[in-house]
């Protein structure tokens, strides 16, 4: 039952990163070259569907809110500083 839950938040936060990417590049302007485009939409869906879709991790009644929350947020972050440094969301 959670596992469907996740796959349909998933889904879901999917279309939703991807849509957020898409509206960042038309904002500041990313190449128009189809190659540098896909891989922001494609890494912005993947962020939004793990952000969603481990959201699921609070239906699980055996846990605490604190150790639901402390997974999700170390999932979220683990992705996160991935994403960043593989496409080059910020500048060190």
Same mark, same amino acid.
């Given at each position: 039952? $959670? ?8 889904? #879901? !936060?999917?279309?939703? !990163? /991807?849509? &957020?990417?898409? %509206?960042? %590049?038309? &904002? ?6 189809? *190659?540098?485009? $896909? ?9 939004? /569907?793990?952000?969603? %879709? ?11 809110? /604190? *150790? /639901?929350?402390?997974?999700?947020? $170390?999932?979220? #972050?683990?992705?996160?500083? #991935?994403?960043?440094?593989?496409? %080059?969301?910020? *500048?060190?």
């Amino acid at each position: 039952m $959670l596992f469907k839950k996740a796959i349909i938040l998933g889904s #879901v !936060g999917f279309v939703i !990163g /991807a849509l &957020i990417s898409a %509206g960042f %590049g038309l &904002i500041y302007g990313t190449s128009e070259n189809i *190659r540098q485009v $896909l891989p922001h939409l494609f890494f912005g869906g993947l962020y939004g /569907a793990v952000t969603m %879709g481990s959201t699921v991790f609070y239906d699980i009644e055996k846990w605490n809110i /604190a *150790r /639901a929350t402390a997974t999700h947020f $170390l999932l979220v #972050v683990s992705l996160y500083c #991935v994403l960043v440094f593989t496409l %080059g969301w910020f *500048r060190i």
